[in-house]
């Protein structure tokens, strides 16, 4: 529930005292924590997600300025779940630069999954104390 994740960040990650924690998260009467947590939950700002990408590298052998060009080019078609489709065309250069950033962002993710592992089980190794 958002009102328990809400509490665990703010005693785990900015280190405020339980006692100022549960004044913040348990201000809501008990009635109406569903209320709220159902309504929070609708406008949770959401990503389109990809069902399915498409590509292919055209060659551009020659153009009416210029007699041989033979310069590549990357075509990519992205479609989504909801039936949008986004069509776009990049250079090898800006491809390159968008496999390096999603390489890093993926080795970012993994980084953090580790961490969050690492975290869950030293909670679960340690004695809760009162």
């Known amino acids: 529930m958002p009102v328990e994740n809400a509490k665990k960040n703010l005693i785990d990650e900015f280190k405020i005292p339980a006692e100022v924690t549960a004044a913040l998260c348990d201000g809501l ?12 939950s609708t406008q949770v700002p959401k990503l389109r997600q990809i069902s399915d990408l498409r590509w292919r590298v055209d060659v551009h052998i020659s153009t009416s300025s210029l007699r041989k060009k033979m310069r590549p080019s990357i075509l990519m078609q992205l479609l989504f779940e909801d ?29 953090l999954e580790v961490r969050l592992k690492k975290d869950e089980k030293g909670k679960k190794k340690t004695p809760k104390t009162k």
């Open 29 to 40: 009467p008990k009635e109406r924590k569903p209320l709220v947590a159902a309504e929070l």
């Open 83 to 111: 039936g949008a489709i986004k069509t776009f065309e990049c250079s090898p250069e800006m491809f390159q630069d968008l496999r390096y950033n999603v390489t890093k962002l993926l080795h970012e993710v993994q980084r």
